[in-house]
Structure formats: structure tokens, C-alpha cells
């Protein structure tokens, strides 16, 4: 994963708990790097690493951690790094989760080493959809439903994010039940 994602994680933990939560997440990691350069690719188990050490330190699931995290990648990481790319992706959630698929292929642009999941929605209705990921990132299910939250906040949307068939029980990919309340017609 290219370092910005390291870097997220670690603006994260500072913004809520502080530089000393941080230094004890590296510390319990086994991670001697002072800073993550955002441009820059690292093996996938170093954010492994971080979210385990983050569960430890925090004494909470590391599936809670990726939740919060998807949450931050949103409402933080997403607007300051990929700011116009969010606001042309789209103007509500249905918009913006309908052009999923072409804003990863964007950012991919950006970042040529990058190996993003895949989106797909299907079953659209002005309720909902069923959306699919596709990645061969073991166990991010939780930072997908962490997405989903945080794509509710920035269009004031509430959102539930249910996981109806998971990769790691064996489903060929992750597929989300994803519904919200309509927004009233101006």
C-alpha cells in the first residue's frame, strides 16, 4: 500500500488520542520509521501491523479499528488528498456510490504502483443497493463498512452498511447491503 494510507492511520490516532498513542502504536508494531513518504509503496503488512497494534494499544477489535479508519479516509484523508476527485464523483450518495467504480480508476491515474479494490452496485433502488468489493486484501470488509459511515456523514446522509457475504467465509468477494434514507425533495 502506498505510504498516504500509513499516513492516514497515523493522523487518525494523533487527531483523537495523540502523538504518545502513536509513538506506542509504532513502538508495539516493531516499526522503527519515523515518518510514512505518502508517494512511496510499502508492503501491505506494515498497515496490517499498525491496525493490530492499534487493536492492542486501544484494547478494542481491529475490526472496530478499520471502521474508524474507513470513517477518517473519508471525512479526513479522501477530502484533503483527493478533494476535487470526491466532489466530481458525485453531488449525493446514491451519485457518488453509482461512480465508485470510475473514481478508483481516477485516483489509479494518480498512483501508478496502486492496486485498488474493485466496486460494483447492483440492485439500485432509491433506498439502496448491493455493493460488491472485490479485493485480494484479506480482511478489509470492516474498512468498507468504516467507507460507507463516513460517506453518510459528508452527504448527511444516515446510512446502515450490512455484510451479507463475506470473502473470508469463503464468498468469491464481499457484498454489502448498503441503504439509506432518501433526502427530501427540494
Not at 138 to 151: D, K, R, S
Not at 160 to 165: G, Y
Request: net charge negative; proline share 6%; with cysteine.
Amino acid at each position: 500500500m502506498y505510504g498516504m494510507v500509513n499516513r492516514a492511520i497515523e493522523d487518525m490516532v494523533v487527531t483523537h488520542h495523540g502523538e504518545a498513542a502513536w509513538e506506542r502504536i509504532k513502538a508495539k508494531a516493531g516499526l522503527d520509521v519515523e515518518v510514512f513518504i505518502s508517494s512511496e509503496s510499502y508492503s501491505d503488512d506494515t498497515t496490517y501491523q499498525l491496525v493490530e497494534a492499534a487493536s492492542a494499544v486501544f484494547g478494542v477489535p481491529a475490526e472496530q479499528v478499520l471502521i474508524r479508519f474507513g470513517e477518517h479516509w473519508v471525512t479526513h484523508t479522501a477530502q484533503v488528498s483527493f478533494g476535487g476527485l470526491m466532489l466530481e464523483a458525485g453531488k449525493t450518495l446514491p451519485a457518488f456510490l453509482r461512480n465508485l467504480p470510475n473514481f478508483h480508476a481516477r485516483v489509479a491515474l494518480i498512483f501508478p504502483k496502486l492496486q485498488p479494490p474493485g466496486f460494483e452496485c447492483t440492485g439500485i433502488t432509491d433506498h439502496g443497493l448491493k455493493l460488491h468489493y472485490y479485493s485480494h486484501r484479506p480482511g478489509l470488509a470492516p474498512f468498507v463498512v468504516g467507507l460507507m459511515q463516513g460517506l453518510g456523514k459528508r452527504f448527511g446522509t444516515p446510512v446502515t452498511v450490512r455484510l451479507l457475504e463475506a470473502k473470508a467465509d469463503g464468498a468469491d468477494h464481499d457484498v454489502f447491503d448498503v441503504t439509506w434514507t432518501p433526502a427530501p425533495l427540494a
